[in-house]
């Protein structure tokens, strides 16, 4: 029994093959389909598709002008991702602390880092990681930085079908773009696959132009740069960039995926609930939810001074796959070494358990009797 794991079914199977049947394996009809499905449902203009969340973080990054100058401040619980995206365009990245009770910076922790830092090394960007699936306080995260011209992104891998005040997270009612990720384990699946979402045109742009090898086609625009056009072939590159666009063999499953988010998010919730029903009167700590959350992730945290380590190993060893979300990013090598004990604290203490759609209570029941034999032998 995994963390996570994706689910599939014949109408996945069968729109896949058809696009395999098809006269285009990428760049056909499938991917801005995909795309359009996806800002509608979360309620953005625009939708950029990429071959991974990872990628929509880099392309968000560079859309935004993160530089060599920028200062990136991002979450120091969260996947490297997050902050590699920054560290690639050659930006400084400092890191804030979390609530350990939700695992989410809040307005309180991001304030303490803005009063100990000089106001000329404010941010210029924001990535705010919404963990586990449960929202960040985005009004009053915003609130404190948009006057000094920060640009946010939210790192919305685990948040698809997530809400924040009344709308989906993706509606990007306080940031400049949202990244979901499509990654097996994640709420829906493309195999590999990302998506960043904005309402401003222009960002879109870009973004797209960046997964793209940053060509530009347009003849207009290209006779308005003063360069001269050889024929209807022709096109520019204007900067180096990769290529990250997403196959139409993935969108064609994230598209058929799509269609089942909501009752798979109603299961999800219905289990996590389940889950808190168990651990009401335990010694096992489930996180706070503040927001309406898409459970991409179900962590407790151990009673403090736990033998997590044991705990871990034991666990697993009768097939059920645990795992610890995240190890925080100042422990990673090439990422800056802060002490951040909101973060530290929940690190010590945090175990993620096995919670998607192809689980019963009868599963659950099973993990619960488990963690409570083993800490019970541990204790
Ligand atoms: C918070 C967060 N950001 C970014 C990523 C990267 O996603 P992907 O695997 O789609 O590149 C992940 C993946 O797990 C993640 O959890």
Aim: with cysteine; charged share 20%.
């Amino acid at each position: 029994m995994n963390y996570g794991r994706h689910c599939i079914d014949q109408q996945d199977i069968d729109a896949v093959v058809e696009v395999l049947q098809s006269d285009f394996l990428t760049q056909g009809p499938m991917v801005p389909r995909f795309e359009k499905a996806l800002a509608d449902y979360v309620g953005a203009a625009h939708a950029v598709c990429a071959n991974s969340a990872t990628s929509a973080l880099h392309a968000a990054c560079a859309a935004l002008e993160v530089n060599a100058q920028s200062r990136v401040w991002v979450s120091a619980n969260t996947f490297v991702a997050s902050a590699n995206c920054a560290l690639l365009l050659g930006a400084k990245v400092d890191l804030i602390d979390i609530d350990p009770e939700t695992g989410n910076i809040t307005p309180q922790t991001l304030q303490h880092k803005l009063d100990n830092t000089a106001q000329e090394h404010w941010p210029t960007h924001l990535i705010v990681v919404h963990f586990a699936g449960n929202s960040c306080d985005m009004k009053n995260i915003a609130g404190l930085v948009k006057a000094s011209g920060c640009r946010i992104i939210e790192d919305a891998s685990h948040a698809l079908g997530a809400e924040h005040d009344g709308a989906k997270v993706g509606a990007c009612c306080y940031s400049d773009v949202a990244v979901f990720s499509f990654h097996p384990v994640k709420m829906i699946t493309s195999g590999e696959g990302g998506c960043a979402v904005t309402q401003q045109g222009d960002v879109a742009m870009r973004m797209r132009r960046f997964t793209s090898h940053n060509v530009v086609r347009d003849p207009d625009e290209l006779l308005a740069q003063g360069h001269a056009i050889d024929g209807d072939w022709f096109y520019l590159s204007q900067a180096a960039a990769p290529n990250y666009r997403m196959s139409d063999i993935h969108a064609a499953l994230g598209l058929s995926q799509l269609h089942k988010l909501d009752g798979w998010l109603t299961k999800r919730r219905a289990l996590a609930a389940y889950y808190d029903q168990c651990f009401a009167d335990s010694s096992l700590m489930p996180l706070k939810q503040s927001r309406l959350s898409s459970y991409h992730l179900y962590v407790v945290r151990l009673p403090e001074g736990a033998p997590r380590k044991q705990v871990f190993r034991a666990v697993r060893q009768a097939d059920i796959g645990v795992q610890v979300h995240y190890i925080p990013l100042y422990r990673h090598p090439h990422l800056p070494q802060a002490v951040l004990p909101g973060c530290e604290k929940y690190y010590q203490q945090c175990l993620t358990l096995p919670l998607h759609v192809q689980l019963d209570q009868a599963d659950l029941d099973r993990v619960v009797a488990q963690l409570d034999h083993v800490l019970k032998e541990y204790s």
